[in-house]
């Protein structure tokens, strides 16, 4: 696949809520993954770690009230996308979150990712 498609095929599958097979499907063994500095996962390396993150995100959400993903900014081998989320987090209370991901591809796989985000702030 090419950028664009990788892009549309995680934008389908992050839609459906599909987190999990996005990341079987479309991300290098050896992907890197970044959050902002200073935050619990600021740093992971590999599928299995990127997943078990994910797990344990996941594992922390009491409650998804929206979610949505714009669409794809492509430019040769990145994309970009717009998350925004409205989130209860167990024993922290609700949370709106917008962040910018931008991932890189490579021969048709996504090798890194990285997001753009504030700390959240609580919603109430």
């Known amino acids: 696949m090419n950028t664009q498609e990788v892009a549309n095929r995680l934008i389908q599958l992050c839609r459906e809520g599909k987190n999990l097979q996005a990341i079987d499907e479309l991300y290098d ?9 200073g935050t619990p996962m600021e740093f992971t390396e590999g599928k299995d770690a990127v997943k078990g993150k994910t ?7 009491e409650e ?19 998350m925004d989320m409205d989130v209860t987090y167990k024993g922290m209370g609700r949370m709106a979150m917008k962040e910018i991901a931008v991932y890189e591809v490579k021969d048709g796989k996504i090798v890194a990712e990285e997001f753009f985000y504030k700390i ?3 919603a109430n």
């Open 120 to 122: 959240p702030v609580m």
């Open 55 to 61: 797990v344990e995100w996941e594992n922390m959400v």
């Open 29 to 37: 063994e050896n992907i890197t993954s970044k959050e902002p500095k």
């Open 64 to 82: 998804l009230h929206s979610a949505s993903i714009s669409e794809a900014q492509v430019a040769e081998d990145f994309f970009t996308v717009v």
